[in-house]
């Protein structure tokens, strides 16, 4: 089993569309949690942190569920701009620090 | 504020080789990590720096080294390159402290191993 999983995707959907991503992760010791999107051939940049009381930011909604291990995306009202690859991020400290990303689900935003 | 930046950013080498890629910290951070993304997949952790020593590793072999300079900036080197390791190598720093862990990535260097 992976140690982050996401949507393997790809998701199509028209513009105005909301569209939900999701991603499970195996370590329980997990301590932080981040949502980042990458467009082709490009870095990755921060899009959210995701805490337990859930966090928005515009069009944009990201929870946690520690006791599921479980984090989501929500993106409301699609645009164009909104195309891209959606990576999950776990970060433990516990025995040295790791990041684990998952494997990204990609997202096109249709006219 | 100035951002990550790496250099080169595309790399030609062969089998066998070693290749040095240096990256540095966004002013202000302290921490500096390096990934490996391969065409397709999620950026793979490599390790991390903070205060010029190393923090974290992920599942590398010891052929991938690296180091931090005093002002935060750091190198990552491979030593017998293999065809493999071929991907697009990712820095990323943060402040590290106080449990903050968002991470700002520069533009990578596009390593090719012929």
């Known amino acids: 089993r992976k140690e982050v999983e996401q949507d393997p995707g790809p998701f199509n959907v028209p513009e105005g569309a909301t569209v939900a991503f999701n991603c499970t992760y195996s370590?329980?010791?997990?301590?932080?949690f981040f949502w980042y999107r990458q467009d082709c051939r490009k870095e990755p940049k921060l899009l959210m942190s995701v805490y337990s009381s859930g966090n928005e930011d515009g069009r944009f909604t990201a929870q946690l569920n520690r006791a599921s291990q479980y984090i989501s995306l929500l993106i409301r009202d699609s645009k164009l701009s909104d195309s891209a690859t959606y990576l999950c991020v776990v970060i433990s400290v516990t025995g040295g620090f790791k990041t684990i990303f998952g494997a990204g689900t990609r997202l096109f935003v249709k006219a | 504020e100035t951002g990550v930046t790496q250099s080169p950013t595309h790399l030609i080498k062969t089998r066998g080789q070693q290749v040095t890629l240096r990256c540095s910290s966004q002013?202000?951070?302290?921490?500096v990590s390096w990934y490996q993304q391969a065409l397709g997949q999620g950026p793979q952790f490599i390790f991390q720096y903070y205060r010029e020593e190393e923090n974290g590793r992920g599942n590398f072999p010891p052929r991938f080294s690296g180091l931090q300079f005093p002002n935060y900036s750091s190198e990552l080197n491979v030593n017998a390159l293999e065809l493999d390791d071929s991907a697009l190598y990712l820095c990323?720093?943060?402040?590290?402290?106080?449990?903050?862990?968002?991470?700002?990535f520069g533009p990578g260097t596009r390593l090719t191993v012929t």
């Open positions: 002013s202000g951070h302290n921490t």
């Open positions: 990323a720093s943060s402040s590290g402290t106080g449990g903050i862990y968002e991470q700002y």
């Open positions: 370590n329980s010791a997990s301590q932080s």
